[in-house]
Structure formats: structure tokens, C-alpha cells
Nanobody, 125 residues
Framework: VQLQASGGGLVQTGASLRLSCAAS??????IGWFRQAPGKEREFVAA????????TYADSVKGRFTISRDNARTTVYLQMNGLKPEDTAVYYC?????????????????????WGQGTLVTVSS
């Protein structure tokens, strides 16, 4: 799976942004969003199954972020509302090396073997 993330930018606290992840290649993969803040390890944000019926979120973004994908299954979105300074990070989308949905796999970085280049989100206070 080839992935390309876009949509990052500089916003103020409380603002919204929508990230996009253009996916091409082998169908059937779960797509996940991860983020890495300065000086911190990369962490899981959200994931969605190939058909879009199953999703999971990190506790830190539940109720604020929504992951979705288009009907053509070529783009995965991460709608981010109520942004906080602690959301500042480089956001990456990634494709699971296996097909099918597994909640046990979806939030683990080691499940993913295809990574996009990242897009920077900066939230000012």
C-alpha cells in the first residue's frame, strides 16, 4: 500500500483540521493514523477498517477526532475538532500489512508496514 498524508497546518486552540491520506495499492488493509510530538515517541491516534465499518481511537482523541474513508476506499480522513496544543505533532497514516480488521492489531505500530511521509499539525495556545 502506498500512502500520502496531507492537510496539516498551523491553527489556534479549539480549531478544526481535516487530514487526508491517499491510499493506493493492495486493497483490504486497515489504515491507521499515528502521531509523533517533538521529543516523544510515535503514538496511535485512530484506525479504520477497509470497508469503513470498524473504527477505534486513542482515549486522548475520543469525542474530538473522527476517522472515515470515502466510498471508493482511496482516501482516509481524520477530522480533528477541538484541537489542543498537546495535539501538536507530525501525523502519519499507515497501512496494515495484513488484510481484514483486527481490533487487537489496529492500535499497534508493529501491525503496519506501509507509512506515509507525515504532515505537521501545530496548535498554538
Amino acid at each position: 500500500v502506498q500512502l500520502q498524508a496531507s492537510g496539516g497546518g498551523l491553527v489556534q486552540t479549539g480549531a478544526s483540521l481535516r487530514l487526508s491520506c491517499a491510499a493506493s495499492g493492495r486493497p483490504g488493509s486497515t489504515i491507521g493514523w499515528f502521531r509523533q510530538a517533538p521529543g516523544k515517541e510515535r503514538e496511535f491516534v485512530a484506525a479504520i477498517s477497509y470497508v469503513g465499518r470498524s473504527t477505534t481511537y486513542a482515549d486522548s482523541v475520543k469525542g474530538r477526532f473522527t476517522i472515515s474513508r470515502d466510498n471508493a476506499r482511496t482516501t482516509v480522513y481524520l477530522q480533528m475538532n477541538g484541537l489542543k496544543p498537546e495535539d501538536t505533532a507530525v501525523y502519519y497514516c499507515a497501512g496494515d500489512e495484513l488484510t481484514g480488521w483486527s481490533l487487537a492489531r489496529a492500535n499497534k505500530q508493529q501491525s503496519y508496514n506501509s507509512w506515509g511521509q507525515g504532515t505537521l499539525v501545530t496548535v498554538s495556545s
